[in-house]
Structure formats: C-alpha cells, structure tokens
C-alpha cells in the first residue's frame, strides 16, 4: 500500500502554513477526514503553541480495549519530536488525543518537514494500534469454547471486515460491495489475479488471497446484512512472521486500507478501459473520413458533414457504459412496443365464435311499394 500515504494531506498543509507564517496566526479550524475522523486545530497569536486534537471511532465495539491510548501508543507519539511536541493531559472533551505544538522549536530545515509529516499521521499511528491490541488480545475471546469469534472491524460504516485468530494463523475476511456492475467484473478478474500471483514461487512470503462468491466457514452465525456481497469475499491468510518486528505496522496499515487499495485499482483499471476505447473509436473515425470511394472515374473524398460532426460529439458524450447501456435498454424497449404485439394463444378463435355479429336475416320477404298518385 505504498501509493496511500499516513499523512493528512489537509492537515499537513494547515500545520505547514501556521509553520511558515512569519508571526502568530489566528487558527480555528474542524477539520473530518474518510472513517469518520476528527481533527481540531487551534492556535492564537497571543501564545505560540497549537493544539491539535484528533478522534477517531474504534474500530471495534464488541472487544474490550485498554483505557484510552495504549503506553506504547503514547510512547511513539512522544518520540517525534522531544522539543517542540507535547501530550496534553486530559484532551479536549469529545476527543482521544490533545497535542501542543511548539513551532518555534523545530529546526528550518528539511528535519522540520518530517516532524510536521509525522504529526499528520498520528491518527494512522492510532487506528493501528487498535487492531494491533486486538490482535494481540484475541486468544482470550471463546477459547473455552474450543472455538475463534470473529472480529468486525469498521473503519468505515459500509465497509467492515472480519479478523479471525486461529492457532496457526490469522485469517482477514473482507466482504466486497460495489454499486456497478462493471466494477464486479473488474474487481473479481483482480482478485483471481491476486490469488494466481500469491500461489506462485516468486510471492510464497506474502499472505495468501482466497476469492470466494460465498461466505467463508469462520463467518457462519453472523448477521444476514453483513454476508451479502456482489463482489464475494476476500481473505488473506497472515502467519506469525508477517506480524513479527516491522512488518506487523506494514501489515496492520495493508489490511486497513485493502478497501481502498481495490476502489482505486477499478477506478483507475476503468478510466484506462474508457480512454483505449474513446482512442479505438478516434481511429475508426479517422479512417472513415479518410476513405475514398470512386465515382464517375474520379476519386472524390468523403467530408464529413456537420451530421457526421453530430454523431461523433454524441458517441464521445455516451462514451460511458452505463449511459450507453441505459439508452440502448430504452431504444429496445420502444422498438418491441412498436413491432410486437402480445398474442394470447386461442383468442382469434374465441373472438370468431364469441364476439362476431351475426348476420340478422329474415324469413320473411318484403316487395317495396311504389309511390303512386291519383290523377
């Protein structure tokens, strides 16, 4: 996941311009982010400090986590910067975390920038601990049992996943949701990719992926609501040593970000798909125009005519499949209304034996009487 950075971007950019600023700004700014995030950022020009509080949701309600920020947690917050960073004791109310910032202390040079970097990535540094601590602790959850519950995670309301420790491994269950169904296509062609690459030679140290069209066996027994997926479900298996030294950061980070790894692939394998076939219908254009046909022994080139002009603007406005796919279900639609009729077996007969008027004839003749006058 090294194309996702930990950093705020927004964040950053408010703590570099309070930084940069040549005396004492006033600063009063909310600030919410993907996953229901929270950063207050204050400063004034009366002090040189700026706070910043950061809150950010458990990942998990259904298991216990220590009181607040874990010592270690804490501990690698402090170690950013000694000098100009602080731990305010308590936070401001509705938040985990309170920071005073001391810019003044912070050298100008390149080793700034990295502090201030740091700083913006510290809502990162928390949610990682989270699954961290929930790793570590859930060997004590239904053992007694002789059975492993599954853990639901949400870092974002519609798209949670599940954590199962098991005595060997840990097992990441992720069930995929897409709105198009272009994008099911696209995803599932990409997790049947991931699993061919992951049972290969070359990537025997990385996790292995599964793909499934149907729920796993460690989620039987949870809600109907969470199991139904068009995209299938997607597990990792993370063995001792992908959680072992720094890797256990590097994996913690991958499995918080998996959702968003995948919406970037199909966006980004989408526009590719869109931009090769607006270049194909370029070329096809090209060539039509260029044709020649002989007429009368002279060579006469077609021009296009604003018609032709008309045509090409709207194929590249209903260039996306959606569009096209809506227009042609509706021009199919008009076309069977029109041409065909629904036909009910049996009722041509019915209709000549019901519902013919007879023909009235009478047995009885009539003469027509002349008119005639006296004299």
Known sequence: MSSFER???????ILLRIYNAEKAIEVDHHLYEFGSVEYYIKSSASEPFTYLSIST????????????????????????????????EPPTDGYQLTLRLDFSKLPHNKESLKVITEVSSVQAVILSSQLKEMLQNVNSWDISQGMYKPIKLIYHPREPFYVIRQPEKIVAVFPMRFKDHSDVIIATSFFQELMDVGS???????PPCNWSPIPP?????????????NGGFVSFDISSHHVEGKRLDKTVWSLLNFYAYVKHHVKCTRGFIQRRMRS??????????????????????????????????WMKLTSKSKMIKRRCHDFTKKIKRIRFRIK?????????????????????????????TSN
């Open 217 to 229: 066996p460690e989620l039987r027994g949870e809600p109907f609501e969470d199991l139904s997926t």
């Open 344 to 372: 009910i077996l049996g009722f041509g007969r019915l209709r000549r034996r019901w519902l013919t008027m007879p023909n009235l004839s009478s047995s009885m003749g009539y003469t027509k009487l002349k008119n005639t």
């Open 200 to 206: 290969s030679g070359k990537w025997a140290k990385v």
């Open 7 to 13: 950093a705020s971007p927004a964040l950053k950019e």
């Open 280 to 313: 194909r219908m370029d070329s096809l254009v090209q060539v039509l125009e260029k044709s020649m046909i002989q007429e009368n022994g002279e060579i006469k080139k077609i021009k296009g005519n604003a018609g032709w002009k008309k045509m090409k603007k």
């Open 57 to 88: 949701p458990l990942l998990s309600q259904g298991v216990f986590l220590s009181y607040g920020l874990s010592p270690y947690t804490l501990q690698m917050i402090r170690d950013i910067s000694i000098d100009a960073l602080d731990i305010v």
